[in-house]
């Protein structure tokens, strides 16, 4: 039995039948060119690429080989489209642009671009800033994470700590069943990181790998003198196990040493077992334990601190 409710199907396949509308898919020609939608990819992958093969358009496009065929077979009929043996593998063609394909792939940029222009162009800063935050966390949501990019680790940008509060309540909630005072908290929390002052130093670490935050983690300023106090480490489920947790807590670490920090500590609760791990093997230990309920649970919380 399908877990997906019928309300989130709908929904689903009408958000489909409105952009596509709105992008002009259902005219006959893309972009009103004599190019189908998938006719007018290819020639735009091909030219990307310079020169290619079919087997890496049939993997970069997921498309059926033999589809596929006859579409190269018709671009390369109209002329758009050179079919060129391999001189390293003969068994293998190259697929390059012809000087009509190029004319084609330069036109077909530059309808693209403003037909992006045309749905920009009436919308204000603060709704076009939306509208494109909304189809990056589309892109983000559906795609399949990157998991061979390299990892970088940097400060947040505009909007990054409001993706991040929503990131962990959302994660939170689903893994652990904990209410909206866990996202109010965090919220609080995150408050707390951006109106501090710069000194006693403060840093917050975006972990990103393929253009995706994948983590993340911040150190500010205790109460206590000398102090720094490690706060909200999280790692996104699908870069969970390529040690990004550890990685983000070395960096705090190493961060709060050298700013002068004596110790640190962090607050967390005992369910939170692959945190606790991480804290435990960077040289943390548990100082005392409080039972509380909280966050719709009876939880136990920990208090753990490094002498620096």
């Avoid at 709908?10 to 939608?37: C, D, H, Q, W």
């Avoid at 087997?55 to 079919?83: K, T």
Wanted: glycine residues 6%; proline residues 4%.
């Amino acid at each position: 039995m399908s877990t997906v409710a019928e309300d989130d199907i709908a929904a689903f396949r009408a958000f489909n039948r409105f952009y596509t509308k709105v992008i002009g898919l259902l005219e006959e020609g893309m972009l009103k060119s004599p190019f189908s939608l998938v006719e007018a990819r290819l020639i735009h992958e091909i030219g990307r690429r310079g020169a290619t093969t079919a087997a890496a358009l049939a993997e970069e496009l997921d498309m059926d080989r033999g589809q596929l065929s006859r579409l190269i077979r018709r671009l390369s009929d109209q002329d758009h489209l050179s079919i060129v043996p391999d001189d390293g593998d003969r068994r293998t063609n190259r697929l390059m642009l012809t000087t009509s394909g190029e004319i084609a792939c330069a036109e077909l940029n530059a309808l693209s671009d403003d037909a992006a222009e045309a749905l920009l162009e009436p919308l204000d800063a603060a709704r076009r800033t939306r509208l494109l935050a909304s189809m990056r966390a589309i892109r983000d949501i559906l795609a399949p994470a990157d998991m061979s990019g390299a990892l970088v680790l940097r400060p947040p940008r505009i909007g990054d700590i409001g993706h991040l509060i929503e990131r962990q309540a959302a994660l939170y909630n689903s893994e652990y069943g904990w209410n909206a005072e866990f996202e109010a908290l965090i919220a609080r929390i995150y408050a707390e990181y951006a109106e501090a002052p710069a000194t006693p130093p403060k840093y917050l670490w975006v972990a990103e790998i393929g253009g995706q935050i994948a983590g993340s983690v911040f150190v500010l300023p205790a109460h206590e003198t000398e102090t720094a106090q490690l706060r909200m480490l999280y790692v996104e489920p699908c870069f969970r196990g390529r040690r990004l947790g550890r990685l983000l807590v070395d960096a705090a670490v190493t961060f709060s040493r050298d700013s002068g920090y004596r110790r640190v500590i962090l607050w967390t609760q005992d369910c939170l077992a692959s945190a606790r791990r991480i804290y435990q093997a960077a040289g943390f230990e548990l100082q005392r334990e409080e039972r509380h309920h909280a966050f719709g649970h009876d939880l136990n919380g920990q208090y753990w601190a490094l002498d620096l």
